[in-house]
């Protein structure tokens, strides 16, 4: 979707390495999310956020961070990656006055680590 | 952990005929989506059906639930190559008494033989 956009697409780093990946929308949402896909398997929730400054852990937070400053802009940090980090990664945001929890994604970021 | 479960994982059809995936779910729901993903791309929302439906069209797709079984299908008729993707049915998480982000499946990868 057009409207979620994230940044990079793509990204190899090493083991220990500090890494941010960026979300930005359009759409004026007030929720946001962000996944991980492994190969063959659905995704996975890690953090979302209801509104500017508000942060919440997902199924699998341990090792990721968050950071909520704007409401459009979502960014996920990786303090020490490791190569078990190695993963596609999705944004999601959603609109609360929609009452269905739809999401919208962005296009994605894959993450190597080596 | 993972809701909702799809099956096949996999199903190869040829162009024209109709394909139709499975979608079980382990706790109660408020509502259930499918989404599709092609290959390395982001989501995209295909359809949403509410606990206190029983079917759902939209175009070439019906949704049916069972919330007695807790399960759903997805049916996409006359199928045409470029319904290749992967399907994916989500719910809603809840918490703090709300809902945040979704539960996917494992997702069924359907290719349609031209």
């Known amino acids: 979707d057009a409207d979620v956009t994230q940044t990079p697409r793509n990204r190899i780093t090493k083991t220990g390495k500090r890494i941010m990946l960026e979300c930005s929308q359009t759409?004026?949402?007030?929720?946001m999310y962000w996944y991980r896909q492994d190969p063959g398997l659905g995704l996975r929730l890690i953090y979302y956020?209801?509104?500017?400054?508000?942060?919440n852990k997902g199924e699998i937070s341990d090792g990721y961070s968050v950071s909520r400053q704007a409401q459009a802009k979502f960014s996920l940090s990786l303090e020490s990656a490791i190569p078990n980090q190695t993963a596609l990664y999705f944004c999601?945001?959603?609109?609360?006055?929609?009452?269905?929890?739809?999401?919208?994604f962005g296009p994605g970021t894959r993450l190597t680590v080596l | 952990s993972q809701q909702g479960e799809e099956d096949p994982q996999a199903l190869s059809i040829q162009e024209g005929e109709n394909a139709t995936m499975n979608c079980s779910y382990k706790?109660?729901?408020?509502?259930l989506q499918w989404y599709r993903q092609n290959s390395g791309r982001g989501l995209v929302h295909l359809i949403l059906?509410?606990?206190?439906?029983r079917e759902k069209h939209s175009g070439r797709l019906r949704v049916t639930l069972d919330t007695s079984k807790k399960s759903s299908s997805l049916l996409i008729t006359a199928s045409r190559a470029a319904d290749t993707a992967s399907y994916f049915c989500?719910?809603?998480?809840?918490?703090?008494?709300?809902?945040?982000?979704?539960?996917f499946g494992k997702g069924t990868h359907l290719i349609i033989q031209p």
């Open positions: 999601a945001t959603s609109d609360l006055l929609a009452g269905n929890n739809e999401q919208f």
């Open positions: 759409k004026g949402h007030d929720r």
């Open positions: 956020s209801f509104d500017v400054k508000d942060i």
């Open positions: 706790t109660s729901i408020n509502n």
């Open positions: 059906i509410r606990s206190n439906e």
């Open positions: 989500a719910t809603v998480r809840t918490s703090r008494g709300g809902a945040d982000g979704l539960t």
